[in-house]
């Protein structure tokens, strides 16, 4: 069995875990090649890790704009006509309304001839998805041109918003399984696939490395800490409208800001207008080495989303002893118990959110006695080798049901 993974854009600084998890299921023993539709910008790989993953990776899109092999694949694919017309009606057929994405869709076709030559001549027997968008629909398409079966991984929140434009119902109907992170995403998924389709979505969680984190000593003023994408559905806004109530009580807090993305210039001028500069850091990307040292050393990790599946962020920061204090939202509450491990807050309310904080702050004991819980969650339920584990149950399941 070889197994190639595919997504939009791999290597991410943002989506580490899905190194972690191609990295655990080498170790089990399965062959895993990756495949990305777009190549990442080096300001991407922030660690040897992703940058040896980057120079190994298939990028889809840099050889299908090659005229000469995109037409040389799609004259492979023909010689299995009725594939590779059946993968031509179901681009037509699963097309979102409007021109503009019926373009698209046709893009994804010429893509998917593209990968399945590449998935051919490399001997894979499984595709796997990660983000159930575009790339996804580019899966779907190679997999019905290439006869290679496919999978994903079901994550949302945001393709839940648009489950129709992105035809979640007819992925789910085509895939082998559907790996879904949380309890709740597989009931988003059951929302929106017919019954005979329910025994496809299995829980197969987002993981990390417990052994990589540990509590350190920490910094000489008290430290809050967020991790993720300065993109508006993180809610870093009202992060620093709590700042103001949490800094009059505690005047030498300091928040430190790991990550970069679309927000980040109106964010810094937000806290330059606030009176906050003083108290926040911004650190762009670090390295996942990087960001476990900055868990050793803080007091409380923050995360104020508006929408979330089950971020490994928090289960980065429970595995390091850090208490979390975060949104009741989606697939957060599986993971963090409001009271034991961290404290979670309704999204957007401001006040709730530095009172939180602010609780915290004032009871070391209180914080070291959720860190040790939410450690002890990790550990059992969310372990990167564990997880893998099950994801390769499924792949050989996967292959025992074709070939019977």
Known sequence: MKIAYLTGEYPRATDTFILREVQGLRALGAEVITC????TPPS???????????????????????????????????????RYFDALRLAWRTAPPGLRNLLFQMFYFAESAVLAAHLR????????????????????????????????????????????????????????????????????????????HWSKLRIVHCGVEPDRYAPG???????????????????????????????????DVHLVLIGDGPERASLERQCARMGLSAH???????????????????????????AEGVPVVLMEAMAAQVPVVTTRIAGVPELVQDGVSGLLVPPGAVAPLGEALRALLADADRRRAMGASGREKVTADYVSAQEAGKLLALFREAAGENAQ
């Open 121 to 196: 001549e490399a001997g894979v027997t499984h595709l796997h998805n990660h983000i159930a968008k575009s790339s996804c629909t580019l899966a779907m398409i190679a997999s019905a041109m290439s006869g290679i079966r496919f999978s994903f991984t079901l994550h949302g929140p945001d393709i839940f918003f648009e489950p129709y434009h992105w035809r979640l119902d007819e992925k789910i109907a085509r895939a082998s399984f559907v790996a879904c992170i949380s309890d709740f995403c597989r009931s988003q998924a059951m929302a929106f696939s017919p019954p005979d």
């Open 280 to 306: 926040v850091t911004f650190a762009g990307y670090r390295s996942q080495a990087e960001v476990a040292t900055a868990l050793s050393e803080t007091d409380i990790f923050v995360l104020p989303s508006f």
């Open 36 to 39: 990305s539709v777009r190549t």
């Open 217 to 251: 000593p920490r910094a000489a003023r008290p430290t809050l800490l967020f991790v993720g994408r300065l993109a508006a559905v993180k809610g870093v806004p009202v992060l620093f409208d709590a700042m103001a109530d949490v800094i009059a009580a505690h005047p």
């Open 44 to 82: 991407q790989h922030v660690g040897p890790e992703q940058k040896a993953e980057a120079a190994a990776t298939f990028k889809v899109l840099d050889t299908a704009r090659r005229p000469l092999t995109l037409l040389r694949c799609h004259l492979q694919a023909l010689r299995a006509p009725r």
